[in-house]
């Protein structure tokens, strides 16, 4: 497990942006695939975003493509989200995760579940106002 700390999170009027970040600590994160998930009130944890361990190829969900721009740094230990064009369906709480398997990159895509990540973040509240 490598404990993940997500910041960035705020109230932010549609068509607004924010900047997410997520810091690890200890070893274990330059190697894996990290995604973003979402969870809004009474629905499900979405996926957002995942990014190879190398940070070469990104995957979006379609409601995020083309507003949502992912990255890394391994140096550094961390991971950002810069979500652009926000609306209120965008609105809940913001994880980020840590892939099960280490240089695991082939089934990476746009349908990527929750399922394969661990370390999960205590998350940040992303709220959109109309």
């Known amino acids: 497990q490598v404990p993940l700390v997500e910041s960035g999170g705020g109230l932010v009027q549609t068509g607004g942006s924010l900047r997410l970040s997520c810091a690890a600590s200890?070893?274990?994160?330059?190697?894996?695939?990290m995604g973003w998930f979402r969870q809004a009130p009474g629905k499900e944890r979405e996926f957002v975003s995942v990014?190879?361990?190398?940070?070469?190829?990104?995957y979006y969900s379609d409601s995020v493509k083309g507003r949502f721009t992912m990255s890394r740094d391994n140096a550094r230990k961390t991971l950002s989200l810069q979500m652009n064009n926000l609306r209120p369906e965008d609105t809940a709480v913001y994880y980020c995760?840590?892939?099960?398997?280490?240089?695991?990159?082939?089934?990476?895509?746009?349908?990527?579940?929750?399922?394969?990540?661990?370390?999960w973040g205590q998350g940040t509240q992303v709220t959109v106002s109309s």
């Open positions: 990014i190879t361990w190398s940070g070469s190829n990104t």
């Open positions: 200890g070893g274990g994160f330059s190697t894996y695939a």
């Open positions: 995760a840590k892939h099960k398997k280490e240089y695991y990159s082939s089934g990476l895509g746009s349908r990527t579940t929750g399922g394969d990540f661990e370390s």
